[in-house]
């Protein structure tokens, strides 16, 4: 595909990070004695001497004869489980930074114009949860993020495309770009922590990539109010050194497993930080991820999980999908797709990876026994409820949704510009036009044709159009972080059975 930069204004970066308003903020050693008595006699003779057993903590294995040799301790010496933990679970901390358009509320304090935006550098961490690329952060590290960049643990620089986030919790999901298997996280529980333990924090702090520092659980079950509307709940409160940049990375126990995901420091205090605990983390991002999936697709079925692995069927839906395929209650889905499924988690995010409308291949277990099947998706009619929507993903290959009026401000603001509105691209279905073209979700589609697509009404009128109905060819346009990109579509025909309503 070729693309042609139709706009492209200059900006300001200015580093910040993020400061709550109530002030919250986004060695362990062993020391020992020895005192060997010799009886009460301060004058020792020689043969008593030779009757004595020496003892040391030093080993007299071949590290501590390396030690006498060469003035250095040996490493294995100095590996402490800090250490092994660290590497154990570093491999799968990724760092994250780009820019995101905020309102700069100095400029009208000041006497100048109200509203008044620029652009900043923001930065945070994240975590690995599954080797195809899914990673777990805080949602304020990607919030207005126009384009997310990430670093990992090789160095190695790549993007991550935003599936699925829950705002009142502080948590999203996105996605790696590129081919995997991806390091992921060793996960263990919070349900049985003990206050003063030892935890260790990673973490992009202050922009220095791969931080760890250690410390303590100081405290379980903390309530932290950021403003009026929202609040943290159940947090950990932790001594570990948690800095500006450290969102969405994991505090760990001593076995190198994440136990939380770092949130919030408080500011003007030093040693108190907070995480959210990781039982907390998976049971809210399972639930995002699902309510994600039946804005796309409809399945028929819910479950829970089951202690030996996989996800237990607890309820069909009359004449569904997965009624129809032969599933019955009771049954323990194993695999999806040529997929293990471990648990309720890894079951959502193996259906992420399934297109609506696509089959999807169901291993599972009745009763002892293995058996195949598969299971026809259909489209949600939460998700295209709209005929233009469904129209869209039908003819264009994009799921929409109109951008807000805010947004649309800081975009006209942001680019100079004066567009009535825009369609944000939340999915693209492989093999499509869009898709063919290069359009990623998080897209702003501004028009096809000669016609602005400022909302749903503008997309039903323009794919009614005759020409467009017949599989024309047609060019769009669309912004992108800081530029307006245009392309030409090769439009699907969309023949009898997809009239509007």
């Known amino acids: 595909m070729r693309w042609f930069l139709k706009h492209s204004p200059?900006?300001?970066?200015?580093?910040?990070?993020?400061?709550?308003?109530?002030?919250?903020?986004?060695?362990?050693?062993?020391?020992?004695?020895?005192?060997?008595?010799?009886?009460?006699?301060?004058?020792?003779?020689?043969?008593?001497?030779?009757?004595?057993?020496?003892?040391?903590?030093?080993?007299?294995?071949?590290?501590?004869?390396?030690v006498r040799s060469t003035g250095r301790s040996s490493r294995s010496l100095r590996e402490t489980p800090t250490v092994t933990a660290i590497r154990r679970a570093s491999p799968s901390v990724v760092n994250l930074h780009g820019q995101k358009t905020i309102r700069t509320t100095a400029a009208s304090m000041a006497g100048g114009a109200p509203d008044s935006f620029r652009q900043v550098n923001g930065m945070g961490t994240g975590v690995v949860i599954d080797p195809r690329g899914y990673v777990i952060t805080n949602y304020h590290v990607v919030e207005d993020v126009n384009e997310l960049n990430v670093t990992l643990h090789n160095g190695e620089a790549t993007r991550a495309d935003l599936i699925a986030s829950d705002p009142q919790s502080d948590l999203a999901l996105v996605k790696l770009r590129g081919q995997g298997p991806f390091p992921t996280i060793p996960r263990g529980h919070s349900d049985d922590l003990m206050i003063g333990e030892t935890v260790i924090a990673i973490g992009n702090a202050f922009g220095y990539v791969h931080t760890s520092t250690e410390g303590i659980i100081s405290a379980l079950h903390r309530d932290v109010p950021v403003n009026e509307t929202q609040q943290y709940r159940d947090l950990i409160q932790t001594s570990a050194g948690i800095n500006p940049g450290n969102s969405g990375g994991p505090l760990l126990n001593i076995d190198g497993e994440m136990i939380g995901v770092n949130v919030a420091v408080r500011v003007g205090a030093q040693q108190i930080a907070f995480a959210i605990p990781i039982d907390q983390v998976l049971d809210t991002v399972t639930e995002m991820i699902n309510r994600h999936n039946d804005r796309r697709m409809v399945i028929g079925m819910d479950g829970s999980a089951v202690s030996r692995g996989g996800l237990q069927v607890t309820r069909l839906s009359d004449g569904g999908s997965a009624q129809q395929a032969g599933l019955q209650t009771g049954d323990r889905l194993v695999r999806i797709n040529q997929q293990d499924i471990a648990d309720p988690l890894n079951y959502a995010l193996s259906v992420l990876e399934v297109g609506p409308g696509d089959p999807m291949q169901v291993e599972f277990e009745r009763e002892g026994e293995f058996f195949q099947t598969q299971l026809a998706t259909a489209v949600s009619s939460q998700e295209f409820g709209d005929p233009a929507a469904?129209?869209?993903?039908?003819?264009?290959?994009?799921?929409?949704?109109?951008?807000?009026?805010?947004?649309?401000?800081?975009?006209?603001?942001?680019?100079?510009?004066?567009?009535?509105?825009?369609?944000?691209?939340?999915?693209?279905?492989?093999?499509?036009?869009?898709?063919?073209?290069?359009?990623?979700?998080?897209?702003?589609?501004?028009?096809?044709?000669?016609?602005?697509?400022?909302?749903?009404?503008?997309?039903?009128?323009?794919?009614?159009?005759?020409?467009?109905?017949?599989?024309?060819?047609?060019?769009?346009?669309?912004?992108?972080?800081?530029?307006?990109?245009?392309?030409?579509?090769?439009?699907?025909?969309?023949?009898?059975?997809?009239?509007?309503?």
């Open 10 to 66: 200059s900006r300001h970066d200015v580093s910040v990070h993020r400061s709550p308003s109530m002030g919250v903020l986004l060695s362990m050693g062993l020391l020992a004695g020895l005192t060997v008595g010799v009886g009460s006699d301060d004058s020792v003779s020689a043969d008593d001497l030779q009757s004595v057993t020496a003892t040391s903590f030093r080993s007299s294995d071949a590290s501590v004869r390396d």
């Open 390 to 501: 469904a129209l869209a993903w039908q003819v264009v290959g994009v799921s929409v949704r109109p951008a807000g009026k805010s947004f649309v401000h800081r975009m006209n603001s942001r680019l100079q510009t004066n567009y009535r509105g825009g369609l944000i691209v939340t999915d693209v279905r492989a093999g499509s036009a869009a898709s063919e073209q290069g359009i990623t979700a998080g897209d702003v589609l501004l028009g096809i044709h000669v016609w602005q697509t400022a909302g749903l009404e503008d997309l039903a009128e323009i794919l009614d159009q005759p020409n467009i109905r017949r599989g024309s060819k047609a060019k769009f346009y669309l912004v992108r972080k800081d530029q307006t990109l245009y392309g030409h579509l090769q439009l699907a025909s969309q023949g009898n059975q997809l009239t509007r309503r």
